[in-house]
T-cell receptor, first 112, second 112 residues
Framework: SQQGEEDPQALSIQEGENATMNCSYK?????LQWYRQNSGRGLVHLIL?????REKHSGRLRVTLDTSKKSSSLLITASRAADTASYFC????????????FGEGTQLTVNP | DTGVSQDPRHKITKRGQNVTFRCDPI?????LYWYRQTLGQGPEFLTY????????KSRLLSDRFSAERPKGSFSTLEIQRTEQGDSAMYLC??????????FGPGTRLLVL
């Protein structure tokens, strides 16, 4: 079973609104990464946050990490129609070698 | 374009046939990973290499699957005696040691 679980499974918003996606995981991690995937395409890396970091920003993206709750959130501000995609969190566990464990993803739809 | 390429992008085969996929990682990356993704799910780890050494294999990688990375450059993933359950997107990723993994566009396999 997947370690990371995203919430919600699907999110539909209007252009200009903010989108927040959450991810929970079960074991200790070295880092947590967020990826985006457009339909039928490969994954695009968005941001990596290490286990000793609490918050990270990249452009319109803001990621938080709470290791005590084993959870992370991805905030996309001022969303655009081009942000429509599936978003996955992936954890690099302390005992899992280098494998990434992905959740099932959040399907984000931004309506123009 | 992440710099990771995969070939072919699409493959349709009949049950029982063998198929081979190729991945060319970013040239300076030591690590190369294979994942499998079915519709509506996140990617699942299959195996990874550090240089030419295959260091970890998932239980998902049955004895019909074999992966190689000769000379620590490109990698091939072969599936023998394909089954309909093998239909999926096969994703390759590369990274410099334990850092961000960069994914290729994937090979979509359909077994009839």
């Amino acid at each position: 079973s997947q370690q990371g679980e995203e919430d919600p499974q699907a999110l539909s918003i209007q252009e200009g609104e903010n989108a927040t996606m959450n991810c929970s995981y079960k074991t200790s991690i070295n880092n947590l990464q967020w990826y985006r995937q457009n339909s039928g395409r490969g994954l695009v890396h968005l941001i990596l946050i290490r286990s000793n970091e609490r918050e990270k920003h990249s452009g319109r993206l803001r990621v938080t990490l709470d290791t005590s709750k084993k959870s992370s959130s991805l905030l996309i501000t001022a969303s655009r129609a081009a942000d429509t995609a599936s978003y996955f969190c992936a954890t690099d566990g302390e005992t899992s070698g280098s494998r990434l464990t992905f959740g099932e993803g959040t399907q984000l739809t931004v309506n123009p | 374009d992440t710099g990771v390429s995969q070939d072919p992008r699409h493959k349709i085969t009949k049950r029982g046939q063998n198929v081979t996929f190729r991945c060319d990682p970013i040239s300076e990356h030591n690590r190369l990973y294979w994942y499998r993704q079915t519709l509506g799910q996140g990617p699942e780890f299959l195996t990874y290499f550090q240089n030419e050494a295959q260091l970890e294999k998932s239980r998902l990688l049955s004895d019909r699957f074999s992966a190689e990375r000769p000379k620590g450059s490109f990698s091939t993933l072969e599936i023998q005696r394909t089954e309909q359950g093998d239909s999926a997107m096969y994703l390759c990723a590369s990274s410099p040691l334990q850092e961000t993994q960069y994914f290729g566009p994937g090979t979509r396999l359909l077994v009839l």
